[in-house]
Each structure stands twice: as structure tokens, then as C-alpha cells.
């Protein structure tokens, strides 16, 4: 299985009578990937709930290599090859991480074995609840449970939140590991901007649900003061 490219044209969504996310658009090739930038409150979570289709996409489109899936619920998706990972990680917190993984599991490029391979801690925690798990291994679990559908699109919110700098390098060199060996378009939301804009491809900075700058990612290093700048604004 091969990554999906992901067209973003004009969408706008949000809760209720709330407008979040206002006319935005990029596109992302195949197996790239976009590191989404903004501060607390611009509206990245709201953008990548959309693209999941956890969110009602109120205008706009969104196209998966070339096909449309605005109107398509979240389960379908999934099938189609969207993957997320939210940034609440969302597990089974009664269910053992095995049984966590089997229950995602759509039969396709990614099995349990290839799951530990890239995360050996959790064969190590297999028989262990999820409710038991310290903050690096549910995340671990999570980005693992998503992969058991073999996305061709992974949207991940927020993975290195809250985490002990010696998890976000272990989880960083997972991701990297992913990038490198599996054939995968990749959408990360992360507030260690720099991070996350040096592991893509080309990134976009959202403010107040509007896309402020885009380019790639020489582009956006090249300018990395203003970005900052861009990122400290408060109103």
C-alpha cells in the first residue's frame, strides 16, 4: 500500500453555529508530510477532526488522491486509509494493549508483529490495560492502533503533549523509522513547532482558523524568526 495524497480546497467547519476552521486549502503529495502550525486556540485540532470526519465538513472539499470523501462519515475513511490519532489518544483503557490493536486491526499491511517491531515497549506491556500504561506507552498505543487500519494518510494531533523529553526523542525516532520505511502521508499538529516542521516536508501556520503562511520546509527555516514571532502573538 502506497501513502494518498490529501487536497484541502476551502473547507469550513466547526461546533454548532461556531466557525473554526474558514476557507483553507493545501495540498499535500503522497506519501509527504505537513506539519500544521499555530498557537493554543488557532483551530489545528478543529482542522484535524475535519479531516478525520469527526467533524461535518459545512463547505469545502477534501479529496483523497483525487477522489472526493467530504461526504464520507469517520468509519469510512478509516477504510478509504485516513488514520488519527487524537490528542486525547482515546484507548481502551479496560482492554489489554493486545486486545487494544486486534480490535483496529483491518487486515491489511500492518499487523500486531510489525506494530511491536516498531514499538518494542509495548510487546513488552502486550498484556498490560491500557488504564495502565504511563503517558508515552498509551501514545505509543495509539499511534500503534491507528496503524493496525494501514493508513495511506496519518493525521496525528498533538503526539509529543504532555511527554518527558526522552519519550518524545524515543517517539520521534519511531516516526522518523515510520517515514522511512512505510509508504505514508503524514499530517502532524504539534506546538514544539520546530520539531515538527523540520520532520516534514512543508508545513502551513493557522491563525484564528485561517492559514497565515505555508511553504516548504526550507522555506519556513529560512524564516524561522518571524514564524516564531508569528507563533508568540497573543490578542
Known amino acids: ?20 476552521i474558514d476557507d483553507v486549502s493545501f495540498r499535500i503529495e503522497a506519501n509527504a508530510a505537513l506539519a500544521v502550525l499555530g498557537r493554543n486556540g488557532a483551530g489545528k485540532t478543529t482542522l484535524m477532526a475535519t479531516l ?15 477522489a472526493s470523501i467530504t461526504r464520507c462519515e469517520a468509519s469510512a475513511r478509516c477504510r478509504l486509509g485516513v488514520g488519527f490519532v487524537p490528542q486525547d489518544r482515546q484507548i481502551f483503557r479496560t482492554l489489554t494493549v493486545e486486545e487494544n490493536l486486534h480490535i483496529a486491526d483491518l487486515k491489511r499491511d500492518w499487523t500486531v508483529g ?10 513488552e506491556r502486550r498484556r498490560n490495560y491500557g488504564g495502565q500504561l504511563s ?20 493525521l496525528l494531533d498533538e503526539p509529543f503533549e ?18 522511512r520505511a512505510a509508504s505514508m502521508t503524514i499530517v502532524i499538529v504539534e506546538q514544539h513547532a520546530r520539531l515538527a516542521i523540520e520532520m516534514a516536508d ?9 492559514i497565515r503562511t505555508a511553504g516548504t520546509r526550507e522555506e519556513l527555516l529560512g524564516r524561522w524568526t518571524a514564524i516564531e514571532d508569528m507563533l508568540a502573538v497573543t490578542h
Open 52 to 66: 478525520a470526519g469527526r467533524l461535518t465538513t459545512i463547505a469545502g472539499e477534501l479529496r483523497l488522491d483525487g
Open 202 to 210: 512543508q508545513g502551513i501556520l493557522i491563525e484564528r482558523g485561517k
Open 135 to 154: 503517558g508515552g506507552e498509551q501514545q505509543m498505543l495509539a499511534i500503534a492502533r491507528a496503524l493496525m487500519g494501514s493508513p495511506r494518510c496519518l
Open 162 to 179: 504532555g511527554l518527558a523529553p526522552v519519550i518524545v526523542e524515543s517517539l520521534l525516532e519511531a516516526l522518523t523509522d515510520l517515514r
Open 114 to 123: 510489525r506494530v511491536y517491531e516498531l514499538f518494542p515497549r509495548l510487546a
Open 1 to 20: 500500500m502506497t501513502g494518498a495524497s490529501l487536497e484541502v480546497v476551502g473547507i469550513m467547519s466547526g461546533y454548532g453555529q461556531t466557525r473554526v
